[in-house]
């Protein structure tokens, strides 16, 4: 295999915020190791998309599929960079022709945690409390637990949203578990939900890295750093969002969990006022996830009731 070198380095694209760039260099890391190879035969490359640059609207109203990764799959595709590192949970469930997602990071921490400047528990919000989220899942499955609740848009990276509490834009948001970790944000009062308590998004917690299907050399470099567990737990939760026309931007939720080789997972979605929610789960051989997610969806699709998926109309 022709291995990258400094003056021929392996270019790994990825999002611009501390987070993107923290998963990036835990790509780069992986591959160094894998491979042999010093930090200077890799190059991370921070590409801006349109997620990243429009901050004043929510993200229903300026699109649904692709909008944390459009951009750099154009600059994969163009052959501006060799890899793109990508959040699983922001990833359409379809690629462009010509490019493949078949390597995983192991899975971080995949559930949500609640975060409140005072460390209390979303249990111990007062009636009326304000909760920030961008998220149509988060926002729905909150408003289905406690109605009593006010929800507000709140984007922005993990630095943002932090800032923003403290200038009382809101008394509490939700946060990534597997996010805060990867930034080693020990400092920042919060806690983890269990799954039975809200269940998170499709694919949260994994880093995935794409790639151009023609390209034998990053197949091959990517698939010493592969992690089979994390593939196979994906494959059944992201057969799951398709089955649904979903994406990140859809109130769907699920987890697929590996025990002695078999797979087990729960889904959900819900209306985005958070008034009805249904719930389908199951279990398969660890090699049968795909067919798992596709059956429990088309369950939820029998039983959901006329309107249900009103929201799949943009």
């Known amino acids: 295999m022709d291995l990258p070198t400094p003056d021929r380095p392996f270019r790994i694209g990825t999002r611009g915020s ?11 890391a992986r591959l160094m190791r894998a491979h042999g190879l010093p930090e200077e035969a890799f190059a991370v490359v921070a590409i801006k998309t349109t997620g990243d640059r429009v901050q004043d609207r929510p993200l229903k109203e300026i699109g649904g599929k692709g909008l944390f990764t459009k951009e750099i799959e154009e600059a994969l595709l163009a052959g501006a960079i060799d ?8 990833m359409p469930t379809e690629q462009p022709a010509g490019l493949v997602l078949d390597a995983y990071l192991p899975r971080e921490d995949p559930r949500d945690a609640f975060v409140a400047l005072d460390g209390g528990t979303l249990a111990a919000l007062p009636e009326g409390a304000v909760v920030g989220t961008s998220s149509l899942r988060r926002g729905a499955q909150l408003r289905h637990r406690r109605p009593d609740l006010r929800v507000v848009e709140f984007r922005g990276n993990v630095q943002t949203r932090m800032r923003k ?3 009382g834009v809101a008394d ?3 946060l990534a578990v597997a996010g805060l970790n990867r930034l080693a944000m020990a400092e920042v009062p919060r806690t983890a939900l269990e799954p039975a308590e809200m269940l998170p998004a499709i694919a949260q917690g994994a880093i995935g890295i794409e790639r ?5 050399r990053a197949g091959a470099m990517l698939a010493a750093i592969h992690d089979a567990p994390t593939g196979l737990r994906l494959a059944c939760e992201r057969a799951f969002l398709a089955a ?3 994406s990140c931007e859809t109130p769907i939720a699920g987890l697929a969990e590996l025990e002695g080789g078999r797979l087990r997972f729960r889904g959900e979605i819900l209306r985005p006022d958070g008034s009805e929610v ?6 398969a051989v660890e090699g049968e996830g ?4 596709e059956r429990l969806a088309r369950d939820l699709s029998g039983r959901a009731p006329r309107g249900f998926f009103d929201w799949r109309a943009g």
């Open 18 to 28: 501390p987070l993107a760039l923290a998963q990036a260099h835990e790509t780069r």
């Open 83 to 90: 890899v793109a590192v990508h959040s699983m949970k922001d």
């Open 165 to 167: 509490l403290r200038e």
């Open 172 to 174: 509490a948001t939700f």
């Open 212 to 216: 151009r299907g023609a390209d034998d």
């Open 244 to 246: 649904l026309d979903g």
């Open 278 to 283: 249904l719930t389908a789960e199951g279990e």
């Open 290 to 293: 795909a067919e798992l997610g």
